[in-house]
């Protein structure tokens, strides 16, 4: 687990543009314990998942908490360790005894029995996948996307032109709280204008009286 000054070392860290490593401990999930990755960022508070560290690899950017990640390195398991113990071979006296034929029943009797043992493949289930848009007064659209507990894409720009051709293939409740919103952010901006061209007639007629 990273204490208080383990964050700042690994802020020290990013600032002087050396990605630090960390390494996942057995409360990290999706990733293998003792896996090693790179610290990219800290999200805004340091709550929860705020470490964005790239596990080694891997393309994505996941999140993880304090409880997660470790400064200290795993042990490596010494050969010795690693390599099985082999047993002592025993030699057993064998009887002869002359096998019984075998009848058609017993036959297929042994056959449904190996169908029975035949090991069977567990399939798991997918990851919940998670998506959450964001809107802002102003029009400005970003997305959320969070894998199982983990949060894989923070605060991603969207433009508003694909998030209008998204409402449209979305349910009509959902399409029309979008479309509100945007039209809201297109009024906003609509003043804005009007205000800005206002000033700018008057800048203009000033000017001239100059002449």
Known sequence: M???????????????GKPPTVWFTGRAVGVDAGKSGKVV???????????EVKPTGSKDTLSFSKAEL????PKQRSAAAKKPAVAAPVVEEEIYQPAPAPSRASGASEASGEKKRAPRRRTMPPSEVTVTLH????????????VGKKRSVRSMPIPAAAIHKIAKELPDQVETAISAVMAAARQQHEERIALLQAELDAARRALNELK
């Open 135 to 146: 809107s802002t007064p102003r029009g400005d659209w970003t997305v959320d996307v969070v």
């Open 2 to 16: 990273l204490s208080d000054s383990d964050i700042t070392q690994l802020r020290d860290a990013l600032k002087a």
């Open 41 to 51: 960022s800290f999200a805004s508070p340091e709550e929860g998942d705020f470490i």
């Open 70 to 73: 470790t400064l200290n390195r």
